[in-house]
């Protein structure tokens, strides 16, 4: 099996900082690309920043600047530096990964349960 878990998360006040990490661990033979995803109340769940193996990089609009997504490979980790921080920035963040359990399998999409990220003064 295979196991996303996400931490970090937690209560900051507007234009402060935190960062998310996430580690996947269980039977991986390889993890492809790597995301954090949003959902806050009432909305759908938005793709906020991903990175593949090599490292490239992409953002949503409202994160472009702000926040940083980075991996590494070797601990089969992801993170999200996040720096000024808005409200509406509020939402329970998810990552996700593309990993293929053993080298003859195909790759599969496992989600971690996800860390709430609240900025509020």
């Known amino acids: 099996q295979v196991q996303l878990v996400e931490s970090g998360g937690g209560l900051v006040q507007p234009g402060g900082s935190l960062r998310l990490s996430c580690v996947a661990s269980?039977?991986?033979?390889?993890?492809?690309?790597m995301g954090w995803y949003r959902q806050a109340p009432g909305k759908q769940r938005e793709l906020v920043a991903g990175?593949?193996?090599?490292?490239?990089?992409n953002y949503v609009d409202s994160v472009k600047g702000r926040f940083t997504i980075s991996r590494d490979n070797a601990k089969n980790t992801v993170y999200l530096q996040m720096n000024s921080l808005k409200p509406e920035d509020t939402a329970v963040y998810y990552c996700?990964?593309?990993?293929?359990?053993?080298?003859?399998?195909?790759?599969?999409?496992?989600w971690g349960q996800g860390t709430q990220v609240t900025v509020s003064s």
């Open positions: 990175i593949t193996r090599g490292g490239d990089t």
């Open positions: 269980g039977s991986i033979n390889m993890i492809n690309t």
């Open positions: 996700n990964g593309n990993v293929r359990r053993w080298w003859y399998d195909s790759f599969n999409v496992y």
